[in-house]
């Protein structure tokens, strides 16, 4: 089978295969197979992706106070204006936002208790099967 796709696709190699033995002959035919075109690098000249748009960064404290800057993702128009405390919900004002909650600080009862233990768990797991031996 070496041979015929070896026919095929290199008819213009100056040698037979059939003087090599069947692994050397499939060795031959891998290494003259044609390297893809998505795999050759761009060389000099070569077209460069646009620059990165750096955004400004709005240190005025009163419109900080007003407004969220940056939240606006629309290329005009005006920013976002914040409301009043007590027009967000109160779920709002509880969510955590510091580091993650170790697991002895979560209740057992809950979701996040569960799903953090899972991924202590697959991080053990995979710790150990890295030391293992084939």
Excluded at 6 to 16: D, G, N
Excluded at 52 to 64: C, G, H, N, Q, W
Excluded at 111 to 117: A, I
Aim: proline share 8%; hydrophobic share 35%.
């Amino acid at each position: 089978m070496a041979t015929s796709i070896a026919r095929t696709c290199f008819s213009r190699v100056p040698f037979s295969l059939s003087s090599f033995s069947s692994n050397q002959s499939k060795l031959l035919i891998w290494r003259l197979y044609p390297v893809a075109k998505y795999a050759k690098k761009a060389g000099k000249g070569a077209a460069v992706g646009p620059e990165k748009v750096r955004m400004e960064v709005t240190t005025d404290p009163e419109k900080l106070l007003q407004y969220c800057c940056g939240a606006n993702y629309f290329k005009e128009g005006p920013e976002i204006e914040l409301k009043p405390d007590s027009e967000y919900p109160d779920w709002l004002w509880e969510l955590h936002i510091g580091p993650p909650l170790k697991l002895e600080e979560l209740d057992p009862e809950t979701p996040q208790y569960w799903r953090r233990l899972k991924k202590l768990d697959i991080k053990r797991h995979n710790k150990l099967s890295k030391y293992k031996k084939f």
